[in-house]
């Protein structure tokens, strides 16, 4: 459900790899950015999206995910 | 190659630096104990409780009156309370707003709502209500620093392999450091051993995303880890053959189904329960609570599915219920619902049960929270005699810690990491990843979660037998001895990995024993060859564990109050 981080925003600090639950980034060496290795193990805990100090990671839900809902108006008929 | 780079010396480890672990952490340490904590990922956002939660289930004697009996009855009939030995309920009950008071100090808002706690959500129209409401979004921060403000070194990503003992009980841990760019072993010597590594996810297909591995409910990095490594040096495992399920939205799994703020209904508008018409925040609809199988039941009779409606809801319990989202860690939910414009003022969602996992499933606890291996306690989801989800997390991980630090004089340190036990495993560990080519974990993992679903499936509407358990005991046995001769790390990453599947089959091993053994049908434990229930195993437990390789299954009393 990968993780995507926006490479120009981003500043290498290496939070979203430290923090991350499920060790999805690797960070090759201080300062670069973190490569989503392992995108598939992703939980969509948000921890990422909520520390990354300068707002660079979003999360791509993948589309089998999709949350399946109805308009509510059905209910009254 | 992996080698022992460290050997560690510490009067209490905690194993987990969850909910329960960092609490442990924090009253051991204060207790005057050296503490060292030992964490899979990162303790400031790791486990169920990474991002937040929102309920917290406790006695106020201030809000609830003097008597505990009516909250103690109310905790038993909750969605909580199937496997307690009730006379636990009462210590945690006893100890329980002490705990909460603390967090509060500390930083973690307990009262969002004004000078005093609230109590919200989870409960039965005209009965008392348990579930104190807070704000958790920043719990593991908090108590992260709290525990090493009291003196506690945690070691992040530093999983925990085995647990070490000799004949007089636990004597440390075999971990794996991947903190740096090469792995290597760190054995932490210890007199006193908690153990906190959450739930037991990832052991059956996902119900919703078959082959979405970690689209689960409950942290996918929690799997069974105490369970497994207890159960392989002989402790004892209780009530493990109860399936637990849990529900919410479809196919997004995330657990925190009770902060939404709406009640039930068939596609026709028809509500599925008799609770409520209408759901507050004050009290929701428990019907699902009650009525664990609902969501299923509705789509194998071809009525469902089954919708939450919070159209009904009034604007204030809408922004409400949007806070308490936030609180619970459902953020990405919530980004994604308007990303997608669904907006639950207007839209019905689908909910679902999710795949068997563990909680309040696994390692008996004495008392002082000890297990039946002296020195090593448990505390949080992976305790099998008690259950309180955060709040037993917290309240078990600070007495345990309290006993632990009192009692250093029962434990010693030994040369664990040189006992027979510890340098089998490491060599065991590093053929994984030393073997040149081989299998993916993935095989390992996929190959356990459909044995659990074939062999050992959970209610409603799939049944477990004699022959279909004993079936399952040997296809398991054949997948464990094919992927212990062929699994092939690349790297400490995949070698995790690969550790996760093992102790899960482990998990399921000792589920399939249990279930074997409990000839009756009980919740969601349907035998098609014992259809009843039995009423003299009501107020029993059962439980197993190993000796010198033989499987034990025990009955034993419930531990009254
Ligand atoms: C979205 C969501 C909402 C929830 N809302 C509520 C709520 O409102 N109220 C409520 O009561 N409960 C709630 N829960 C459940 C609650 O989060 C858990 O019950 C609680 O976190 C349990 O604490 P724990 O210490 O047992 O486990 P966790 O907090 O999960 O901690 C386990 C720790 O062990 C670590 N670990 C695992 N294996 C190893 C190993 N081998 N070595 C070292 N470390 C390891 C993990 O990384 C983790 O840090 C919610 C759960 C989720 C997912
Ligand atoms: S959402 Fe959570 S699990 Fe996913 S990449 Fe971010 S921190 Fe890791
Ligand atoms: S936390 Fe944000 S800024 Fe830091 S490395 Fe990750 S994406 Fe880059």
Redesign the interface.
């Known amino acids: 459900?990968p993780p995507v981080i926006n490479q120009d925003l981003c500043i290498g600090c290496g939070t979203c790899a430290?923090?991350?639950?499920?060790?999805v980034f690797e960070q090759e060496a201080p300062k670069m950015v973190p490569t989503v290795?392992?995108g598939?193990?992703?939980?969509?805990?948000?921890?990422c999206?909520?520390?990354c100090p300068k707002k660079a990671v979003?999360?791509r839900?993948?589309l089998?995910?999709?949350?399946?809902?109805?308009?509510?108006a059905?209910?009254?008929? | 190659m992996l080698t022992l780079k460290n050997t560690l010396e510490t009067d209490v480890l905690v194993i987990g630096g969850g909910i329960g672990g960092l609490c442990a952490a924090i009253s051991a340490a204060q207790g005057g104990a050296k503490v060292i904590v030992l964490e899979?990922?990162?303790s400031?956002?790791?486990?169920s409780g990474?991002?937040g939660n929102d309920h917290f289930t406790c006695y106020y004697p201030k809000a609830h009156g003097n008597d505990m009996a009516p909250i103690l009855k109310e905790l038993l009939d909750s969605m909580l309370g199937l496997c307690h030995d009730t006379r636990l309920s009462v210590r945690f009950l006893e100890r329980s707003i002490s705990i909460a008071d603390k967090w509060h100090e500390w930083g973690i808002n307990m009262k969002p709502f004004g000078d005093d706690y609230v109590f919200m959500g989870h409960a039965f129209p005209n009965r008392p209500r348990i579930f104190l409401k807070y704000d958790g979004h920043n719990q593991k921060q908090v108590l992260t620093a709290q525990a090493k403000k009291a003196g506690a070194v945690i070691l992040?990503h530093h999983p925990v392999l085995d647990l070490l003992r000799n004949d007089e009980g636990i004597t440390g841990a075999l971990a794996l450091d991947?903190s740096g760019k090469e792995p290597s072993y760190t054995v932490v010597r210890a007199k006193k051993v908690i153990i906190a590594t959450g739930a037991a996810s990832r052991l059956y297909p996902p119900a919703g995303?078959p082959g979405?591995?970690?689209?689960?409910a409950f942290?996918?990095?929690c799997t069974g880890a105490a369970q497994a490594q207890s159960w392989r040096i002989g402790a004892k495992l209780v009530n493990m053959e109860l399936p637990n399920r849990h529900a919410g939205?479809?196919?997004?799994?995330?657990a925190g189904k009770s902060t939404w703020i709406g009640v039930y209904?068939y596609?026709?508008?028809k509500l599925l329960g008799p609770f409520v018409t209408k759901a507050t925040r004050e009290v929701g609809d428990i019907t699902c609570d009650v009525w664990n199988s609902a969501y299923s039941d509705v789509l194998m009779n071809g009525r469902g599915?089954a919708?939450i409606?919070c159209?009904g809801t009034g604007p204030e319990d809408m922004k409400f219920m949007r806070a308490g989202m936030i609180s619970e860690?459902l953020?990405?939910?919530l980004?994604?619902?308007d990303d997608?414009g669904?907006d639950p003022s207007?839209?019905?969602?689908?909910f679902m049960q999710y795949e068997p996992h563990l909680i309040g499933r696994g390692l008996e606890i004495d008392i002082n929270g000890e297990t039946s291996v002296h020195g090593l306690y448990a505390a949080g989801d992976m305790v099998g005699n008690f259950r309180s989800d955060i709040s037993g997390a917290a309240v078990w991980g600070w007495m345990e810690g309290e006993h632990a630090a009192a009692n250093l004089e029962s434990g010693s340190l030994v040369e664990a990491e040189k006992s027979e036990w510890a340098q089998e495993r490491m060599a065991y560990y590093d053929s994984f990843l030393t073997r040149p080519s081989g299998a993916h974990w993935k095989e390992a993992a996929l190959g356990l979660q459909q044995i659990m679903g074939d062999y050992a499936a959970a209610g409603p509407h799939r049944v477990r037998s004699e022959t279909l358990l004993c079936a399952g005991l040997k296809y398991l046995a054949d997948l464990r001895r094919n992927a212990e001769a062929n699994v092939k790390a690349a790297n400490a990453?995949e070698l995790?990995?690969a550790v996760e599947a093992f102790e899960l089959m482990d998990n399921g091993e000792v589920i399939m024993h249990a279930a074997r053994e409990r000839k009756e049908s009980r919740g969601m434990h349907q035998r098609s060859d014992y259809t009843f229930t039995n009423p003299l195993l009501s107020d029993k437990f059962l439980t197993v564990r190993k000796e010198n390789g033989n499987v034990i299954t025990e009955w034993r009393q419930r531990w009254s109050a």
């Not at chain 1, 089998?64 to 109805?70: A, C, E, I, K, R």
């Not at chain 2, 400031?44 to 486990?47: A, D, E």
């Not at chain 2, 979405?212 to 689960?216: A, H």
Request: glycine share 6%; charged share 25%.
């Open positions: 459900m430290d923090i991350c639950p499920m060790n290795a392992y598939e193990e992703c939980w969509h805990c948000n921890a999206v909520l520390d979003s999360l839900i993948p089998n995910y999709m949350l399946l809902h109805v308009d509510a059905q209910f009254k008929e | 899979k990922a990162n400031r956002r790791s486990g990474a991002t992040n991947m995303t979405w591995l970690f689209n689960t942290c996918p990095s939205p479809k196919y997004f799994s995330r209904r596609p026709d508008g599915p919708y409606d159209t860690g953020g990405a939910l980004d994604y619902m997608k669904i207007k839209h019905g969602v689908e990453h995790l990995r």
